[in-house]
């Protein structure tokens, strides 16, 4: 019964010292709660900063691994990769995706052969390869086509899973996409190899600085409105978790983070299964603005912002202050 009231009942008695806050703290966040988005580039000793994204650079594969021991290091388990795909390699189909040697290949066998114990997430989509910045295979009026589409990114997963992939995460939009996905890595034997859905991934104007990092921004013809979520809709978002996961999914995710809340927490309650979400470039860029300017303290906007997507229902975060708030945990 809660039938206590002032002065019987004083809320603020538990908060009145640091251990009793700790004590009587509802959500946890630790290092293992988060995955850390890391982009790849070309060549050997390579760090290229990327400008929309302060103190984000993008990595040689050399220097991946580098990173790949420093999540260790920190107890975070899982990396998601992402390549900056030369130039010369994007084209209408997105064709190096398929190439069992491109840069996301390599960047995933080196970091498995070096740091084996920690987690490789990989992103199925076109957007890194193709030479108009869409997810998939367009028509002529731009369209998005979505079954030959769909089985491009089967091939693409297929490539990710033989490189060494432990997750693989359609963030394509495509419908049927994971079934078929599922279907070709148990027909392949990779029967312990993840599938990470981005289930509702809305059409945001968060993406700006990831489409900076991976060179996608100033090809993109027209948005993605034609297969990424409406910012407008919730119950669409239910509908699509339900989908990937009948479809295999063993994990769902919920993209951007902050702004979608209630979104993760209405897939917590409906579907009690893992639910992730996406900070994105565009969130991580909104602090460190915000601290640049003065406006706020960055450890404290980084840590109430993970706590609060943990408090809506998270089993993990991707974010790009991960390495950040990892090291803020371990003091
Ligand atoms: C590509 C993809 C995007 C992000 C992750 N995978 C961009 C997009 O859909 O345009 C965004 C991540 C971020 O902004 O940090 N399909």
Known sequence: MHNASYPALRLRRTRASAWSRALHAETVLTPADLIWPLFVAEGEGVEQ?????????????????DRAREARDLGIPCLALFPNTPEHLRTDDGAEALNAGNLM???????????????????VALDPYTAHGHD?????????????????????????????ADIIAPSDMMDGRVAAIRAALEGEGFANVQIMAYAAKYASAFYGPFRDAVGSRGRLQGDKKTYQMNPANAEEALREVALDLAEGAD??????????????????????VPVFAY???????MIEAAA????????????????????????????????????????
């Not at 052969?113 to 992103?123: K, M, N, R, S």
């Not at 994990?251 to 009690?272: A, N, S, W």
């Open 251 to 272: 994990t769902v995710m919920v993209k951007p983070g902050l702004p979608y809340l209630d979104i993760i927490r209405r897939v917590k309650e409906r579907f009690e």
């Open 49 to 65: 900063p990327i400008s929309t994204m302060p103190g984000v650079s993008r990595w040689s594969v050399d220097k991946m691994v």
């Open 136 to 164: 998939g295979l367009i028509d002529a009026a731009g369209y998005v086509l979505n079954d030959p589409t769909k089985d491009v990114l089967v091939q693409q997963a297929l490539n990710q899973a033989r490189a060494g």
């Open 292 to 331: 640049a300017a003065g406006a706020g303290d960055r450890d404290g906007l980084v840590m109430e912002s993970l706590m609060s997507l943990k408090r809506a229902g998270c089993s993990g975060v991707l974010t790009y202050h991960a390495p950040l708030a990892a090291r803020l945990l371990g003091r």
């Open 105 to 123: 290949c390599r960047a995933i066998r080196a970091i498995k052969d070096a740091v084996p114990e920690v987690g490789v997430l990989t992103d």
């Open 279 to 285: 900070a994105v470039s565009g969130e991580y860029a």
